[in-house]
């Protein structure tokens, strides 16, 4: 068999700009993605913030500036999704890739409304191997610190340290919590990896900041709410990381 394959892997940036009808003032600076099943409430609170938001050719991803500088933002629920975004983002040439949503904890001293801020994600999600990660991938520490810092001085409770990327918050039971926990990971989510590894690959700069949800250790989940300070603390923070993204993008 014979004949000329084009991957998508193998489109050019000029390629990518056509394809979304781009001039190059018009090319991010960065890109915020968010794991949510939230997607229209999130989007709204989202793109209020900024001004000039258009839709881009592909669906549910919007382009506006933030104090003059252009942001593309996605809601962008699991990994399969979250590497369009950073796929697309990092081959224009964007400085920086935010992945913000919640996680589920995994140690003991973690409660919803914490942050976590991984300076390490461990790749279990299927998807950022094809990116060249290993078994991890690292945050870009300037960008990992600097957001940590900044949520501190907002008086949030924020931990670092080494996160879990996996697959589905259906596709878990005990046993992988316990191993996880044993393993010292910190919390866990669906996309974090992804991006960081998407990002690396195209020599751009990644942070996630992710909002402590479910209480994996004592068997509380998504289904089950959270006690009134808890949620108080949980909505106080989820609103923070998305400002603190857009602190982070102030300083590009």
Known sequence: MSGAYRSI???????????LGLEDHELPVAVISEGTWWRELRTG?????????????????????WH????????????????????LFGALGADLAIQIGSCGGLQGDLNPGDIVVPDTAVCEEGIAHIYGAGDSIRSTPQWSDTARALLANQGHVVHGGTHL???SIFAQDGRMVEDWHQAGYRSVDMETATTLAAATYFDMAAVSMLVVWDELLRGRSFLDPLEPAHQEEFDRSY?????????LVDGL
């Not at 793109?47 to 382009?63: G, M, T, Y």
């Open 165 to 167: 990327t996996w697959y």
């Open 68 to 87: 003059g500088k252009p942001v593309a933002y996605c809601c962008a629920y699991g990994a399969p999704r979250a590497v369009e975004v950073a796929h």
């Open 239 to 247: 609103e923070a990381i998305f400002s603190t993204a857009l602190q």
């Open 45 to 65: 609170e989202r793109l209020s913030l900024l001004e000039n938001v258009i839709e881009l050719p592909f669906p549910d991803i919007f382009l506006g500036r």
């Open 9 to 19: 892997m193998d489109l050019t940036a000029d390629q990518w700009q056509a394809a």
